[in-house]
């Protein structure tokens, strides 16, 4: 236990470090640098943000991002960090022991290993990552909550006012993020008030769910009144969303994501654990709630999907929310069959969170280098007024939301400008070999060979 207590902290930091980087060199790409911008700079003090969306966390969260690299790094690592920790913190209340780190460390490898369109809308691209990772955050808060206080009248919760107004406000804030997962904070809340009352405590109500309930139809409230969902309601689309069911993608992406065989082999995993545990009682006492939590998890993972049966845009980011619920099942399960196992499993665990962070690390920074080296050079055409503008692409876009760089109409209009330019296309074998004359500052010799490369 000594040894779990301080090896945890260590495990967190290098959670967080891993996702931190992950954002910290990730380039922006499609409409970050729309954030990047002067719209971003002033989209609240312009008022734009009343009629665009009521994301207005995940928004300020973006410009920040888009703003300051150290900004997204502790944003990408803090969320990283802080999911792992509240499904570590419910498998650690489950089984009453304290050894579960491992649940940490399996749950973080969980969410590197998203499926390719997920990675790519949520890693890969800091708009997505801001609202949609943050938001999953409190429906895992409330899930921890529902561990600790089911079924325990003399349980004694010990906080000040200030604690209850920073429940409150963090209620509040949760709403301002991702539509789908703010109507799935209502639903838990109904849930719980309309099924559960009887398993929790008065003072449960009193200094936790009055306070959450409170908070999160304020924020509903504050979210859907913003002029964008009103037109929605009204005239049936805005400028971005439709409510269309005939041409809703949610299903036909069903088929298609469902279809891949790491998912079919992630659900059949999934379907056996969940089995062997409602059928298996083994030998810890919270069998019972170890049920409840699997349902509601399920429940949770099919709800936050619902609203894209009649409405459109939807995209493989709005699955993360059901994929980080259903991942963290799977971890949770797993944890419950590993009491004899995890002093071997946390150390080869940890290596292959190691070995992921590195990997998809050294994809991040290369896919920064890439792009610097492609706006440094873009603005050294600027200098020659030249008539053909030479753009360098990445080695692939395979974990980034974007078109290359040649392709990019935001990426063109921020680092190119000129509509009249030739935008000829340097893919990434053709300027690799001559990079080291760029290292050294000489842009005219790396143009030279560039444009030898293309005659």
């Not at 561990?147 to 301002?176: E, G, H, M, R, V």
């Not at 992406?253 to 082999?265: A, E, G, Q």
């Not at 099919?302 to 099942?329: E, K, W």
Request: aromatic content about 18%.
């Amino acid at each position: 236990m000594r040894t779990s207590n301080r090896i945890r902290p260590l495990i967190y930091l290098i959670i967080f470090v891993i996702f931190g980087l992950i954002g910290y060199w990730m380039p922006l790409v499609g409409d970050d640098l729309n954030w990047w911008s002067a719209w971003g700079t002033h989209y609240f003090s312009s008022g734009t943000f009343l009629t665009y969306d009521g994301r207005y966390l995940g928004d300020l969260l973006v410009i920040l991002m888009t703003h300051s690299k150290l900004i997204s790094f502790c944003i990408y690592g803090s969320c990283a960090a802080l999911i792992t920790y509240l499904v570590n913190l419910i498998s650690r209340i489950l089984f009453q022991r304290d050894y579960q780190v491992i649940g940490a460390i399996l749950m973080a490898i969980g969410l590197l290993l998203a499926p390719k369109d997920v990675f790519r809308q949520i890693w890969g691209w800091h708009a997505g990552f801001a609202n949609y990772v943050p938001s999953i955050i409190f429906p895992l808060f409330f899930i921890y909550l529902i561990c600790a206080y089911y079924d325990q009248p003399n349980k004694k919760i010990n906080f000040s006012q200030s604690t209850s107004f920073l429940i409150l406000l963090a209620a509040i804030l949760s709403q301002f993020l991702a539509e789908h997962i703010t109507l799935l904070n209502c639903f838990n809340d109904f849930l719980l008030l309309i099924f559960f009352r009887r398993h929790f405590s008065p003072e449960f109500f009193q200094k936790y769910f009055r306070w959450i309930f409170i908070g999160n139809l304020i924020g509903a409230f504050l979210m859907f009144i913003n002029g964008a969902y009103i037109k929605l309601l009204f005239a049936g689309h805005d400028s971005y969303r439709h409510i269309d069911s005939q041409q809703a993608a949610l299903l036909p992406y069903l088929k298609t994501f469902v279809s891949h065989y790491r998912i079919i082999l992630l659900l059949i995993i999934l379907l056996v654990i969940i089995l062997v545990n409602f059928y298996y009682q083994t030998d810890y006492s919270n069998y019972s709630k170890l049920k409840l939590i699997n349902e509601w998890l399920i429940i949770d993972a099919i709800v936050a999907l619902l609203p894209f049966i009649v409405i459109t845009p939807f995209g493989p980011r709005c699955i993360f929310g059901s994929y980080t619920l259903i991942i963290a099942l799977l971890v949770i399960n797993l944890t419950a069959r590993l009491p004899h196992y995890y002093k071997i499993l946390t150390p080869l665990s940890l290596l292959a969170l190691l070995f992921l962070g590195f990997y998809f690390n050294k994809i991040s920074l290369n896919y920064y280098q890439t792009n610097k080296l492609s706006q440094d050079y873009c603005q050294y055409q600027q200098t020659l007024q030249q008539k053909d503008f030479y753009v360098i692409n990445y080695s692939n876009i395979d974990y980034l939301w974007s078109s290359n760089m040649s392709e990019d109409p935001m990426f063109l209009h921020f680092f190119v400008g000129d509509s009249n330019h030739k935008i000829i296309a340097v893919n990434y074998e053709d300027w690799q070999a001559y990079a080291p004359h760029y290292k050294v500052g000489n842009f005219q010799k790396f143009e030279q060979q560039i444009i030898r490369q293309h005659k």
